[in-house]
């Protein structure tokens, strides 16, 4: 039968509980009654030898075996708890005070005799008790000499009924203080196996985090961190956990290996395919040109013809460059080069870039605040890019006569916020989490089908990423766009 860990818990610890208890009890029990018995032996220590001394009958030896069996009787009588023997050297019995048909040893070993009258043994010793074959019980007892010669011994059984409740009277506050020290060291020690039992049944459970902990710490990559070692085929539920952990960590692991594996090996093919692309294509869009240049040669329809070559040719070398471009930001082998520079002039330089565009839709493109001169520290390179891709969107999204804004504005100590605003069609409210991923357009996206493909707002967004800056978007449909982030500000200013 297979017990859980906690039916595995609760059964140690009741047993543990129970053997506690009954040590203690058991031992509690020993205690009292050695510490009894030897006050009982030691209070009637010399009893049998005042009554050999004081009684005439004793005193000089026994003659009168009645006379000494009635002053048994008498004695008894005053002291009922006690058994009177008369013994000869070898220990028989020669009189009594009980019934014959009680006694059922009649030779009592004298060994503890001697051992209690020469006070060779501590307290207490035990004697023969002749109304049983093989019981002891404590005793007092006296040698009595006959003419100086050893005529036999005084034996008494001392089962003292009133010393027996005088001395739990006296004793049972004793017992009772010792009980409760027992008790608390008994809890102490249970508290202690408790937390050790707990401890020892939860390593493993303990174990088992950590290593889920050291596994997600290290993005779930097997080769940087060692796992625990679990027993393999094992009851315990918690390795059969571990096991299976492991399993689903290496099958996560080699997983995730195979899928950067084929990621590494699309990017590497998207790159490769553009990068030889662009030379056949280059050639072949010369030769269209060239053709197109002598048009006046060729009939209308040729015209016709070569037009449309040409401009297909123009929205392929856009869609390869771009392609190529996102497959080399991803493939992360792009060079940075930070520097300081003027931001407001690289505004001015880029709107000039798009003012014929703005021109001919009448849209207004104005740079803000138009003379102030903002140093950052950036790649100039890398940020005309992604201003050229959101320009080029605003534009696109704009309707006539509108507004596009390219505005700086100081941000926090170090950095100032660069937005693109429009007030053209608006981005839906659920698209917007989608508009920086590859190849993805939103609905409002319906002119120019063909010549954009969706990838703009994703280079856009890994350009960034290699200068750890994170572009945000608010928009609202109907109203305008607006993308921003924030720039570091030049380290020192070189007006200075
Ligand atoms: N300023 C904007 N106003 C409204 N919609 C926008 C704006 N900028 C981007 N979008 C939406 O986000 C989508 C994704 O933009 P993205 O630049 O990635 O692709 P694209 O412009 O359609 O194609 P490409 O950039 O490859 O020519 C666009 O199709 C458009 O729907
Ligand atoms: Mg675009």
């Not at 203690?24 to 006050?39: D, G, H, I, T």
């Not at 102490?188 to 050291?214: E, H, W």
């Not at 903002?374 to 890398?382: E, G, L, R």
């Not at 959101?390 to 309707?399: G, Q, S």
Request: hydrophobic share 40%; proline share 3%.
């Amino acid at each position: 039968m297979k017990f859980s860990l906690y039916h595995r818990l609760s059964l140690l610890l009741v047993l543990v509980f129970i053997t506690i208890s009954i040590i203690f009890f058991f031992w509690m029990e020993q205690l009292e009654k050695q510490a009894r018995y030897e006050s009982e032996q030691n209070l009637h220590l010399s009893l049998a030898a005042n009554i050999a001394r004081d009684n005439p009958i004793l005193q000089q030896g026994v003659s009168d075996h009645q006379a000494l069996k009635e002053l048994f009787h008498n004695l008894m009588v005053l002291g009922p708890a006690f058994e009177f023997y008369f013994l000869d050297p070898q220990g028989n019995i020669v009189t009594h005070s009980i019934s014959p048909s009680l006694i059922k040893r009649h030779r009592i070993n004298v060994k503890p005799i001697n051992l209690l009258t020469q006070n060779q043994a501590p307290l207490p010793i035990y004697g023969d008790d002749p109304q049983h074959f093989t019981r002891q019980k404590i005793f007092s007892a006296a040698p009595v000499f006959s003419d100086g010669q050893l005529q036999g011994y005084l034996y008494i059984i001392v089962v003292g009924e009133r010393y027996e409740s005088a001395y739990v009277r006296q004793e049972s506050n004793r017992i009772g203080q010792l009980s409760m020290v027992m008790l608390i060291g008994a809890l102490c020690f249970l508290s202690i196996v408790m937390l050790g039992l707990f401890a020892y049944f939860t390593k493993p459970l303990r174990q088992l985090n950590k290593d889920i902990k050291a596994l997600k710490k290290v993005g779930f990559d097997l080769t940087k961190t060692n796992l625990a070692s679990w027993k393999q085929n094992s009851d315990n539920e918690v390795h059969q956990l571990g096991c299976a952990f492991k399993q689903m960590a290496e099958q996560i692991g080699s997983q995730l290996a195979l899928l950067r594996n084929n990621d590494q090996q699309r990017k590497e093919l998207l790159a490769d395919i553009s990068h030889d692309l662009r030379t056949p294509l280059a050639s072949l869009q010369g030769y269209i040109e060239t053709i197109s240049l002598n048009k006046a040669q060729l009939s209308t329809e040729q015209q016709k013809y070569i037009d449309t070559a040409l401009r297909n040719s123009h929205q392929l070398k856009r869609l390869i460059d771009q392609i190529f471009e996102l497959a080399h930001l991803e493939g992360g082998q792009v060079s940075i080069n930070l520097e300081n520079f003027n931001l407001t002039e690289l505004l001015y330089d880029v709107s000039a870039k798009f003012s014929l565009q703005a021109k001919a839709k009448n849209i207004q493109l104005t740079v803000e605040p138009p003379s102030v001169n903002m140093m950052v520290h950036s790649d100039i390179a890398k940020l005309e890019r992604v201003l050229s891709n959101l320009i080029e969107n605003a534009l696109r999204h704009t309707h006539e006569g509108g507004k596009i804004t390219l505005k700086m504005k100081e941000n926090a100590a170090e950095q100032c916020q660069l937005s693109v605003i429009d007030n053209g069609t608006g981005i839906n409210k659920d698209e917007l989490a989608y508009i920086f991923d590859a190849r993805y357009r939103a609905s409002n996206a319906t002119l120019g089908k063909e010549k954009h493909t969706g990838l703009g707002l994703a280079i856009t967004k890994k350009l960034l990423e290699l200068l750890t800056i994170d572009i945000k978007v608010v928009s609202e449909l109907g109203q305008g766009t607006e993308f921003y982030f924030n720039i570091d500000k030049a380290k020192y200013n070189i007006d200075n």
